[in-house]
C-alpha cells in the first residue's frame, strides 16, 4: 500500500476520532443540566470513584510524600538548602503530585471499570434495552459518571495532598531530624491558596477527563470479550495521556507569567 | 392516526454498513393486533430491521410509519414517546446485571414513566407471576437465573408497561425445545391479554408457528414471501420451502468454503 495513503488513513482516522469524542462530549454534558436527573445513580457513581479510591490514592500520596522529602533532603544538601524540604514537598505535592497522580491511579482504576461495565452492557444489548424502556443512555449512564467523577477528584485530590504532605512530615522529623513545629511552619509559610486551588481545579479536570473516557470507550466498544478488553485498555491509555496533557495546560493556565 | 389498518409500515428501507448491503429496498406491514413473525437465515437482516424501526439505527433510505406517523421525522420528544409504545424482548435477554429481576422489570415503569418504585415493584410482582416467576426471584440478581427463566424476566420486563406494539428478536435461541414451548406460550397467552401487536423475528420455525398470525421471509435484505402463517407449507416458494424444511439444497446457497 501506498505510504502516503496510509499516513493519510491514519489522519483521517484520528480527525474521525476527535470528532466522535466531541460530539460525545457535548451529548454527556448537556445531559447533565437536563432533566431527569439520577441523584441515586449520582451518589452511587461517587462512592465508587472517590471514596473507594481512598485507600490506593492515600497510599500512593503517602509513599509519594516520604520519598519527596528524602530525594529532597538529599539532593538539597548538596548546597547546603535542607531546610527547604518542607516548602517543596508541600508544593510538589499539592501542585503537581497530588492532583497528577491521584488522576493516573484513578484512570487504571476507574476509567477501566467504567469501559468494562459500559462495554459490556453494549456487547450484550443493554445500552438497547435502556432505549427501548424510554430512557436516554446517556443520560443515565454517562451523565451522572462525568458528573461525579468530576466533583469526586478535587475531594479525593485534597486528601491526598493532606496525606502526603504528612508522609513528608513523617520522615522529616522520625528519620532525618527536622523539628516539627519548625516543619510545619515551614509548610504552612509557604504554601498560598493558588497552590491547593490549582491543584483542585487539575483534579476536577482530570476527574472529567477519566469519565469521558471509560464511558466514550465503553459505548464504542464491538465484538465481544475482546471488544471489552480493547475498550479497557483504550480508555485507561487515554485517560492518562489526556491527564498529562492537561496538566501541563492547567499549569500554565494558573502559573504562567508568575 | 391511529385507525390504519396497519399498525407499522416499512416502505423501500435500505441500509448498508460501508459496501455491505444489509437490507436492499425492504417493505413490510404490520396489522394491527396482529402477530408477524419475520423468518430468515442468519445475517439476513432481520435484526438491523427491527432496530431501524425502533429507532436504534436509522435507515439509509425509505419509510417507516408508525401509526401512520414517518417515524424518521420524529424530534427526540416524539421519538421517546413513541417508544413508550414499545416493549422488546431481546435475543439475549439484555437484562441489567448490576439491578436486582424485580428493578429489572419495573425499569420501565420507575426511570421512563416515573412511577413510584413501591407501586412499580407491584406490577413487577405481578408480571413476574404472569411469566411464572414467584416472588422469591424477584430478589435475585440475573446472574442468578437460568437461561430459561432470564428469558422469561426479560418476558415479563417487555410486558410491564403494557406496550401497544412488542418485538421479539430470536425469543427461543438458546433454549432447550420444551423451555422454548414454554417461552412461546407465555409469548401467545401475554400478547393476547395485553391485544398487543407484535413484531417476531426468529429462525425456529416451531416458534415462528406458534406464535405467529402472519409470517414473512427476508431473503439478501428483502422480504421475498408474506403469508398467513396457515399457508407457509403450501407457499409456492422456493425459499420459503428450502428454509422451514431445514434444506442445505435449494436456491439459498451457504457461503461456506468446501474442503
Known sequence: MNPLAIIGRVFLDFLTAIGRVAVFTFHGVRHIFMPPFYLRLLVRQMMTIGYFSLPVVGLTALFTGMVLALQIFIGAGRFNAESAVASIVVLGITRELGPVLGGLMVAGRVASAMAAEIGTMRVTEQIDALTTLSTNPFKYLVAPRLLAATLSLPVLVLVADIIGVMGGYLIATHKLGFNAGTYMKNTLDFLQTLDVVSGLVKAAVFGFIIALMGCYHGFQSRGGAQGVGKATTDAVVSASILILVANYFVTELFFAGK | ?259
Open chain 2, 1 to 259: 392516526m391511529s385507525d390504519t389498518p396497519n399498525k407499522i409500515v416499512l416502505k423501500d428501507i435500505h441500509k448498508r454498513f460501508g459496501r455491505k448491503v444489509v437490507l436492499d429496498g425492504l417493505n413490510l406491514e404490520v396489522p394491527r393486533g396482529k402477530s408477524l413473525v419475520v423468518i430468515g437465515g442468519s445475517g439476513t437482516g432481520k435484526s438491523v430491521m427491527l432496530k431501524c424501526v425502533l429507532g436504534l439505527i436509522r435507515p439509509d433510505s425509505g419509510q417507516i410509519l408508525i401509526d401512520g406517523q414517518d417515524s424518521m421525522k420524529f424530534d427526540n420528544g416524539e421519538r421517546e414517546e413513541a417508544l413508550r409504545k414499545f416493549g422488546m424482548l431481546f435475543q439475549g435477554s439484555a437484562l441489567f446485571d448490576s439491578l436486582k429481576v424485580w428493578e429489572n422489570v419495573a425499569f420501565g415503569l420507575i426511570q421512563g414513566r416515573n412511577m413510584p418504585r413501591g407501586e412499580a415493584k407491584e406490577i413487577a410482582l405481578e408480571k413476574l407471576g404472569q411469566v411464572g416467576l414467584g416472588p422469591e426471584v424477584a430478589e435475585l440478581s440475573p446472574a442468578e437465573l437460568s437461561g430459561g427463566m432470564q428469558k422469561r424476566v426479560a418476558l415479563a420486563r417487555a410486558i410491564a408497561a403494557e406496550p401497544e406494539i412488542i418485538f421479539f428478536d430470536e425469543p427461543t435461541t438458546g433454549l432447550d425445545p420444551i423451555m422454548a414451548d414454554v417461552i412461546n406460550d407465555l409469548i401467545v397467552s401475554c400478547v393476547r391479554k395485553l391485544g398487543a401487536t407484535t413484531l417476531s423475528i426468529t429462525h425456529d420455525m416451531a416458534s415462528a408457528r406458534k406464535i405467529a398470525d402472519y409470517i414473512a421471509m427476508i431473503y439478501k435484505g428483502k422480504i421475498i414471501w408474506h403469508g398467513p402463517a396457515s399457508q407457509v407449507d403450501t407457499s409456492g416458494n422456493d425459499y420459503v420451502d428450502q428454509f422451514i424444511h431445514g434444506r442445505a439444497e435449494g436456491p439459498i446457497k451457504m457461503e461456506v468454503l468446501k474442503p
